[in-house]
């Protein structure tokens, strides 16, 4: 298992969480997140390491960026 953090720009609401979390889960190997709305930041649990460009992509289609 591995677990990587990202900080995540323009989340302002519970929507948000939602929509980010939904977007990360659906990378392969994916096996838990958490998004923090306060910190701004999702926590990514994964079967094995993951591209941090899979991330972003999943991040972008949930309309928000990785910073």
């Known amino acids: 298992m591995t ?4 900080t995540v720009q323009g989340m302002t609401c519970g929507h948000c969480v939602n929509a ?4 990360v889960r ?3 190997g994916v096996t838990d997140v958490a998004v923090d709305l306060a ?3 999702v926590t990514v ?3 094995a390491p993951l591209a941090r460009e899979a991330v972003r992509e999943a991040v972008d289609e949930a309309g928000y960026e990785l910073a």
Request: charged letters at 25%; a negative charge.
């Open 20 to 23: 980010v979390d939904a977007e």
């Open 3 to 6: 677990t990587a953090q990202y």
């Open 39 to 41: 910190s701004g930041t």
């Open 45 to 47: 649990t994964s079967d």
């Open 26 to 28: 659906r990378i392969p």
